[in-house]
């Protein structure tokens, strides 16, 4: 069994790996570049492998910088199978959407100032691409082995990190020996409201880990509320509004949760709350058909108290004119809306109209990649370029770690170390020097002998 990395090897995005075994190709994930200056030209590029070759993918979970480029495969050949969770496959179908109508507004632009002799641009993919890709997904469920091509077993186990999230164990025998390869896509944290904690993986010859906070520690869930509900309280008495660039998928439910949870502790009911976000309105409706995967205490606030949707102040704004009015508010207004990076949608807009506002608070719940806004902004800016005008940032900039659904080095090191015999690890979807931290804490802990691939790097298991 050998697996050769193709994407999210020495970055956080981009995620795509091809294991060859038993005769066949089987590619975990097929994400997209986000953030980085070169994403739309990586994205077009052609893959480093045929597409017609792949005799199937595996899916870890639905965020497009897992699954973005799963439309754009089909479209150049492939036609097998596609495994995921049921969960990942509602979701992903709405998340794609979302990326082919993007994709077609943003060629439809471009034609506008099209100049005489240039080739027109066209969308990365359509709708029909996405129609295509959701027809050949194939469901299952966790815990349950599966063959999905002869002498090839996967099963999928609850990584926590969001609806249907999935860690990958590729199983298969050849010349008598039997390999196992782990790949974790996304970990979560334990604890994290909504979802049950990462499933333990008893046995691997090889762990393919992510290390996005390979080289730092979350805030606990309980400093976590302290510091929301100082911000709310801090909000209502400066007058300005609070804008939280969330993801669509994950962060947007969970603040929901915390928001019904904590409503009048957090004095909520002196805010007007927007979800301004066709996908993540979609999304949430898509965890309410999930309910058997939430835990315990998610199932019980469903249950005894008014969902999180339904609080009485949350506006859903699914048309552009209902967001454009948020922007004639200037004070006591949450608006949620993505995208959570602020590399597009209507974040954009509401940051236009608050960023210069000193009583305004601007909260970042998720992680930032390098070169998004959301990072300029995060790291100090004082200035940012909006829709051609140079803005003044003179908001106070939060920056809420502990809503991460990533594990950090601890929850990592020791979901690893739960592994039977530590075996070797590779480890990818981080920056450096976060996973060569990562990697130094596993080898102190552990005794483990750890990879960071770059792209193109093969290992055989």
Not at 18 to 29: N, P, T, W, Y
Not at 98 to 107: G, L, P
Request: charged residues 20%; contains cysteine.
């Amino acid at each position: 069994m050998d697996i050769v990395f193709h994407g999210a090897a020495g970055e956080v995005t981009g995620s795509c790996h091809l294991v060859e075994v038993a005769g066949r190709r089987v590619l975990l994930d097929c994400g997209m570049v986000q953030g980085d200056r070169q994403a739309d030209e990586r994205n077009a590029a052609d893959f480093p492998f045929d597409p017609k070759t792949i005799d199937a993918l595996v899916l870890s979970h639905a965020h497009i910088d897992h699954t973005g480029r799963v439309p754009l495969l089909v479209k150049r050949g492939f036609a097998g199978p596609i495994f995921t969770h049921p969960a990942t496959i509602d979701l992903a179908a709405i998340m794609l959407a979302d990326s082919a109508n993007i994709a077609t507004i943003d060629a439809e632009h471009d034609n506008r100032h099209l100049q005489p002799g240039q080739e027109p641009s066209v969308p990365l993919y359509t709708q029909d691409d996405v129609d295509a890709a959701t027809k050949l997904m194939r469901p299952i469920e966790y815990a349950a082995p599966t063959e999905i091509l002869p002498g090839v077993r996967v099963t999928l186990r609850d990584a926590g990190h969001i609806l249907g999230s999935a860690t990958v164990e590729i199983d298969a025998d050849e010349r008598g020996a039997a390999r196992k390869l782990v790949f974790t896509g996304d970990l979560g944290p334990n604890g994290t409201p909504i979802l049950c904690d990462p499933a333990a993986v008893p046995a691997a010859d090889l762990v393919v880990m992510e290390s996005t906070y390979g080289d730092r520690l979350h805030k606990s869930r309980e400093d976590t509320i302290a510091e929301l509900a100082s911000i709310f309280a801090a909000a209502h008495k400066d007058g300005g509004n609070v804008v939280i660039p969330a993801f669509a998928v994950g962060r947007t439910q969970e603040l929901l949760y915390f928001f019904a949870e904590h409503f009048d502790a957090w004095g909520l009911d002196a805010f007007k709350l927007f979800l301004d976000s066709p996908m993540a309105i979609r999304v949430t409706a898509a965890y309410d058909r999930h309910e058997n995967l939430f835990d315990a205490e998610a199932k019980k606030l469903w249950a005894t108290r008014p969902q999180p949707l339904r609080l009485p102040n949350l506006t859903l704004t699914a048309d552009g004119e209902a967001s454009r009015r948020i922007n004639d508010i200037h004070d006591h207004a949450v608006i949620m809306a993505g995208s959570g990076m602020c590399t597009g949608g209507r974040i954009r807009h509401h940051l236009r109209h608050n960023l210069a506002n000193p009583a305004a608070h601007i909260v970042f719940v998720g992680y930032q990649a390098n070169g998004t806004l959301g990072r300029i902004i995060m790291e100090g800016a004082k200035h940012v370029r909006l829709f051609g005008d140079d803005i003044p940032v003179r908001a106070q900039v939060h920056t809420v770690g502990g809503l991460s659904a990533h594990a950090d080095k601890d929850g990592l090191s020791t979901w690893y170390g739960g592994i039977a015999g530590h075996p070797p690890v590779c480890l990818v979807h981080g920056e450096d020097p976060g996973r060569s931290k990562l990697a130094a804490e596993l080898k102190g802990k552990w005794g483990s002998k750890v990879a960071l691939p770059m792209p193109g790097t093969r290992i055989t298991v």
